[in-house]
C-alpha cells in the first residue's frame, strides 16, 4: 500500500500543490493520504482529483482579507476567515467535488493534536462533514486559530504532536510512501521565544499543551532526521521530495507562491521513475 505524507506549514505547502498535481496528471493515485495542517488541507483536493484547484485558490484569496486579516479575528476569533475558507469558498466559490471525494477507495488521515491530553489523533479523513470542521483542527495553530472541537473533543494543529507523520503511516501498513516536506533541507526548527508565550499562554487552560509546544523543535528535527535515513538507506520505499528555496509561512507574494508550486511540479517530473516505482 502506497502512502502519501504530507506536511504541513501554513502558505508553504504550496509546494506540495504542484507535486499532487503533478502526480495527478500522471494518474498516481496513492492508496493512503495523511498530513497536518495545511498538507492534508490541499490534500483533499489530491484525493477527489481536482488538479489546480489549490493553487487557483490560492492565486483568488490569499489576499482577500476575508481569507487572512486581524478583522477576522473579531468575527471567528480567528487570523482566518473560518467560514470563508471552509465552506464559503468548498461550498460555493471553488466547489469541492465531494462525490469524487468520497468514492476514493484509499484511507485518508487528518492528524490532530488533542488539546487536553497533548497527544496526537488521526481523524478518518472519509467523515470530512460540509464545514471541514477536521480540517480547521488540523489547521488550528494556537492563537491564529482557536481550539477546534471535533466529537466533544477541542483539537489543534496535528503539526504541534506529530509534524510529519511518517511513523503513524507505517504503523497502518503502508510500507512505500512518497514523503513530501516543505522546508529546506538545512532547516532545523528551534525554540523560539514566540513558542515559549504561547506555552506561557495555553498553561492554565489547557496544562498538557506547554509541554508539547516547548518540545515541538526536538520532535519535529528527529522525524526529519527519521526521514532522511528512510529516503537514503531505503530508497526503494521511500521517496523524499522538498523544496531547495524557502518559502515563508505566511508568504502573500503571489509569484513567489506560484514559483514554489512549479518547483513542486517539477520535482515529480524529475524523480518521476523513483516515484512510480513506489507502486511496483
Known amino acids: 500500500m502506497p502512502g502519501l505524507i504530507l506536511e504541513g506549514g501554513t502558505f508553504r505547502p504550496v509546494f506540495s500543490c504542484g507535486v499532487m498535481d503533478a502526480l495527478l496528471e500522471h494518474g498516481l493515485m496513492f492508496d493512503y493520504v495523511i498530513g497536518v495542517s495545511a498538507g492534508i488541507t490541499n490534500g483533499v483536493s489530491y484525493v477527489s482529483r481536482q488538479k489546480g484547484r489549490n493553487i487557483d485558490i490560492l492565486r483568488r484569496y ?11 479575528y473579531l468575527k471567528c476569533g480567528s487570523m482566518f ?13 471553488s466547489p469541492f467535488d465531494w462525490e469524487a471525494y468520497l468514492a476514493y477507495p484509499g484511507r485518508v488521515r487528518v492528524g490532530v493534536t488533542n488539546a487536553l491530553t497533548g497527544r496526537p489523533e488521526y481523524l478518518d479523513g472519509r467523515a470530512l462533514d460540509e464545514k471541514c470542521t477536521m480540517l480547521r483542527a488540523t489547521c488550528a495553530i494556537p492563537f491564529f486559530f482557536p481550539a477546534i472541537t471535533v466529537g466533544g473533543t477541542p483539537y489543534y494543529d496535528g503539526g504541534l504532536s506529530d509534524p510529519i507523520p511518517i511513523r503513524k503511516a507505517i504503523a497502518d501498513g503502508s510500507e512505500k510512501n512518497l514523503i513530501v516536506l516543505t522546508r529546506t533541507a538545512d532547516y532545523r526548527k528551534t525554540l523560539s521565544a514566540g513558542t515559549k ?6 498553561r492554565h487552560r489547557f496544562p498538557a499543551l506547554p509541554e508539547v509546544l516547548l518540545t515541538r523543535h526536538k520532535r519535529y528535527n528527529d522525524t526529519v532526521c527519521f526521514c532522511n535515513q528512510l529516503a537514503k538507506h531505503h530508497p ?3 521517496v523524499l521530495l522538498r523544496p531547495a528555496h524557502p518559502v515563508e509561512s505566511f508568504e502573500s507574494d503571489i509569484a513567489k507562491l506560484d514559483a514554489a508550486y512549479q518547483e513542486g511540479y517539477g520535482m515529480v517530473q524529475a524523480r518521476l521513475g523513483d516515484i512510480q516505482a513506489l507502486f511496483t
Not at 490569499?62 to 477576522?72: C, E, H, I, L, S
Open 236 to 238: 526503494e520505499d521511500a
Open 81 to 93: 476567515g473560518l467560514d470563508f475558507i471552509y465552506d464559503e469558498i468548498p461550498n460555493r466559490l
Open 62 to 72: 490569499r489576499n482577500d482579507p476575508r481569507y487572512m486579516g486581524y478583522a477576522n
Open 197 to 202: 508565550w504561547a506555552a506561557r499562554g495555553l
